[in-house]
């Protein structure tokens, strides 16, 4: 007969039993807490990114841009679980900018901390191997006709296209007190209406003067303000016209930081002489905005849509004036114009991680998706990580066509290949498909090179000594993009000889065959793969201990 118990064990008796059963149900769930995707198999082999030798981490660069931050944990998971990439970071840059027309400095502040020093030959060998800050941009906005070429003219960083959607900053109000001050006559989503004394007494924001000002301040101990510049008191910047004692007879803007705008919003304001008092509250704008929206009160504020406000709160827009023409800078006087995110990379992603370059090229997303799947699921689970992995689960059919088709586990090795495809000398354009059936009869040996696939990156040396030169010192000399790890050529020996000398000093092996001129294409091709593929086979011995430097 079980004795008594009281109620105090039988619950803790209880709660041990739904912790074991719990455990015991779960089997490896702890672990799989941990990532997106529970039930896809792992990846066969965990790869990563070489820089010189060493192992370095993927590197995204976020932002204060709730979007932005969301597609890089989309992107992240898939590297890390689909892929199978290890050393994923988010490098998240301070600053709120650069959303609408931004200055030539805040441009040169995006593609330096992309791109490296890497080509460099005036640097010292520290800078040459020196890596970018960030590797990866999935947002930065451009506006229509910006012509990024400047960027993309060094090899040092790609430009990957458009991510899809478009970014716009505005003014915005609550709906309700818009319909409400409809109903009786006055029209308030408009920029001249801010003139009106009925519209300035519903969005002075009298009563909220002391909280406001508070608000300002970024840290009580310092009293330093969110807006410490000479163009603001207090954190505040006051309107022509307006007193600085209190807000009754102006509007009240609420934003979150200076840099978020670059100043455009004070140059717009300045330059329509608009009675509005400009309060930055920082990292207190969304609970401030959100707490007012909720409760229907009067409230306008200053952000950009998508936004988890814009996007999930009933708001509307305030009508500017068009621009006349498009300036690249400030808008002056009239209404912010969209711009679209355009992906950005450091070259050596795009040869040394072929597979992460692929998904961002295929990456792309709707307004729909942003507004709809992003920030909804990002307001229902509070974290940016949590709403990027649930748009995964459910949009499988999407992520998919993103992947590589071919998706190997294989490290991708590059061999620098010299074949005479033109010239006046000696042309044998037949050598590729040779090359490239012995390379495939080495990368399909499970027993030659089982983690490497080899390469070619092809160049047409003409049996030119001088451009067979040329093109090694670009690939090799200068450290390109590509990771080089040997030499396959050249065809003529006016051309082996010096690469021979110089790829010894940069510990390159050269493979050269000599070709037998009286045999027809046919079975030129078929030997010279034949045997190629024996000396590589051959030479794989070295390249295994090789290839995990480079």
């Known amino acids: 007969m079980m004795g008594y118990h009281s109620p105090g064990t039988l ?19 702890v672990e799989c807490m941990q990532k997106c995707f529970c039930k896809i198999p792992d990846v066969p082999r965990v790869k990563r990114l070489y820089h010189y030798g060493s192992s370095v981490p993927i590197v995204l660069e976020g932002s204060d841009r709730l979007s932005q931050n969301i597609t890089n944990y989309v992107l992240k998971i898939l590297l890390e679980e689909i892929i199978g990439y290890s050393q994923i970071k988010i490098n998240y840059q301070s600053g709120h900018y650069i959303i609408h027309q931004m200055s030539l400095k805040d441009w040169i502040h995006i593609k330096e901390r992309i791109k490296s020093d890497y080509c460099d030959f005036s640097k010292n060998d520290e800078a040459i191997s020196k890596l970018p800050v960030s590797m990866i941009n999935l947002e930065v906005p451009v506006q229509n006709g910006y012509d990024t070429s400047s960027w993309t003219n060094t090899d040092r960083i790609q430009n990957v296209g458009f991510l899809g959607p478009k970014g716009r900053l ?55 303000h969110y807006c410490d510049s000479p163009i603001c008191e207090d954190g505040i910047f006051y309107g022509y016209g307006c007193p600085k004692t209190n807000f009754s007879k102006c509007s009240t803007l609420i934003t979150s930081f200076p840099d978020f705008d670059n100043g455009a919003l004070i140059s717009q304001v300045k330059s329509l002489g608009l009675p509005v008092n400009v309060v930055y509250i920082g990292d207190n704008f969304n609970t401030f905005v959100l707490d007012r929206l909720k409760k229907s009160l009067p409230i306008l504020f200053f952000d950009i849509n998508p936004s988890i406000l814009t996007s999930t709160e009933n708001v509307t827009r305030i009508n500017f004036p068009l621009c006349q023409k498009n300036s690249f800078f400030y808008p002056n006087n009239c209404d912010f114009e969209g711009n679209q995110y355009k992906k950005f990379v450091w070259t050596k992603i795009r040869y040394s991680a072929p597979e992460v370059y692929h998904v961002i090229s295929k990456m792309k997303f709707t307004d729909e998706i942003y507004t709809q799947q992003f920030i909804k699921r ?50 044998q354009p037949g050598l590729i498909q040779g090359a490239k059936l012995a390379l495939d009869i080495v990368n399909q040996n499970r027993h030659i090179l089982p983690n490497h696939d080899l ?65 027809c294409q046919t079975e030129l091709i078929t030997l010279f793969s034949s045997e190629l593929s024996q000396k590589l086979a051959i030479t794989s011995k070295f390249y295994k201990t090789f290839i995990m430097y480079n």
């Open 11 to 29: 619950k803790k008796l209880l709660s041990i039993l739904v912790v074991c059963l719990y455990i015991g149900y779960s089997g490896g769930s």
């Open 170 to 224: 505005g003014w915005f109000a609550s709906t309700h007190m818009v319909d409400e001050l409809w109903r009786l006559g006055i029209i308030s989503d408009h920029w001249r209406s801010l003139f009106s004394k009925s519209v300035a007494e519903k969005f002075a924001l009298t009563s909220q003067y002391e909280l406001l000002k508070n608000l300002t301040i970024v840290n009580d101990t310092t009293n330093k």
């Open 378 to 427: 990002y307001k229902y689970y509070g974290s940016t990580e949590k709403a990027a992995c649930s748009y995964l689960r459910y949009h499988q059919d999407e992520w998919q066509k993103w992947i590589p088709p071919n998706l190997s586990s294989k490290i991708k090795v590059s061999l620098l290949s010299f074949f005479p495809l033109s010239g006046s000398r000696w042309r």
């Open 455 to 519: 390469e070619m990156v092809v160049v047409d040396s003409q049996c030119q000594p001088g451009i067979a030169l040329k093109e090694f010192i670009r690939y090799v000399g200068k450290r390109s993009a590509i990771p080089i790890a040997g030499v396959l050529g050249p065809a003529c020996s006016d051309e082996t000889e010096p690469i021979a000398s110089l790829s010894r000093h940069f510990n390159m092996l050269t493979v050269k065959k000599k070709l037998r001129l009286h045999l």
